[in-house]
């Protein structure tokens, strides 16, 4: 992957043998930077890259191949726990809501939301139940109902107008990296 940074972006990557004891270097671009110095972008959090942004053609899906018939679709994006989105939704469908995602009654508990979800916010791609075998990051729970936003807002140097409204309103979407085992038999 080659990617070119702008003069102007408040992280500029290291020229070969600048060797500051903050040099860390990204696994995707190959870029390195002085994380010691502290801008928007870093100190980056753990196995995060300032240059994300321009990363290009990036995977958003890595499905791992393994002996058996499971894959672990791994995916990253912005999270919120779907209990959060209870106070947004129309107070007539909160008590329904909730129980279906007490109830782990994922495709349901989306389904409604969806027909709730609307303009300010961002648009949700997904309801899912992380499950005892899956695998999250340090931010998240197993066995917890997650809603995934749509990526458009991954990355940006500005977040949109909905992610806007939804932080505005009390919910902040984490940026959070996810694994789900899902059986490839046809
Ligand atoms: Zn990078």
Known sequence: MSISIP??????????????????????????????????WTPAPGGRCPFEYYHENEEEVVVEDTADDNALITQDGYLVKALDLLPLIDED???????????GNTAQAEQLLLSLWDHPYPPIQ?????????VGDDIMTTGTTYVDFARDDLF??????????LMNDGVEPKICEWGMWEDQTD
Request: charged share 25%.
């Open 7 to 40: 003069k102007d972006f408040e992280v500029q990557p290291l020229k070969a043998g600048e060797n500051p004891p903050g040099r860390v270097t990204c696994g995707t671009c190959g870029l390195s930077w002085d994380d010691s110095i502290s801008t928007g």
């Open 93 to 103: 469908y909160r008590e329904e809501l909730e129980q279906l995602i007490t109830d």
């Open 126 to 134: 997904s309801v899912f139940l992380l499950g005892p075998d899956d």
């Open 156 to 165: 940006k140097w500005t977040p949109s107008i909905g992610m806007q409204s």
